[in-house]
Nanobody, 118 residues
C-alpha cells in the first residue's frame, strides 16, 4: 500500500559525499519510522541509521556515526541519508525501509548501489 523509491547512489572517490533520497508514495497516512540499511558483497544486511516518525530522534551505527546524517521532510514524504567522508568499506547496496507505528507494517525500497573506489 506504500511504496518507497530511492535515488542518489553512484560511484564516488574515497573522501567524497553522496546524498541518498527515499520518497514514500501511496498510503502514507500512518506515522512511520525510517531506517537505512546496507548490504555489502558477501556480507549480511547491516543497520546504518534510524529516524523516528517526527524526526526528533536519530541513531547511527558505530561505523558511520559522525559521517552520515539521516533526516526527513514529512511534508514531502521524503527521507534522506547524507553520506560524508565515504570510505571503500561503505560500498554496498543501500536500502530505505519503513515501519508503521501502529501495526508494524514494513515497506522496503528497491535499493541503490553506492560504490566508493579510486
Amino acid at each position: 500500500q506504500m511504496q518507497l523509491v530511492e535515488s542518489g547512489g553512484g560511484l564516488v572517490q574515497p573522501g567524497g559525499s553522496l546524498r541518498l533520497s527515499c520518497v514514500a508514495s501511496g498510503d502514507t497516512s500512518s506515522t512511520f519510522a525510517t531506517r537505512w540499511v546496507r548490504q555489502a558483497p558477501g556480507q549480511e544486511r547491516e543497520f546504518v541509521a534510524y529516524i523516528s516518525p517526527s524526526g526528533g530522534r536519530t541513531s547511527y551505527s558505530d561505523s558511520v556515526r559522525g559521517r552520515f546524517f539521516i533526516s526527513k521532510d514529512n511534508a514531502k514524504n521524503t527521507m534522506y541519508l547524507q553520506m560524508n567522508n565515504l570510505k571503500p568499506e561503505d560500498t554496498a547496496v543501500y536500502y530505505c525501509t519503513t515501519r508503521t507505528t501502529f501495526g508494524s507494517v514494513e515497506t522496503w525500497g528497491q535499493g541503490t548501489q553506492v560504490t566508493v573506489s579510486s
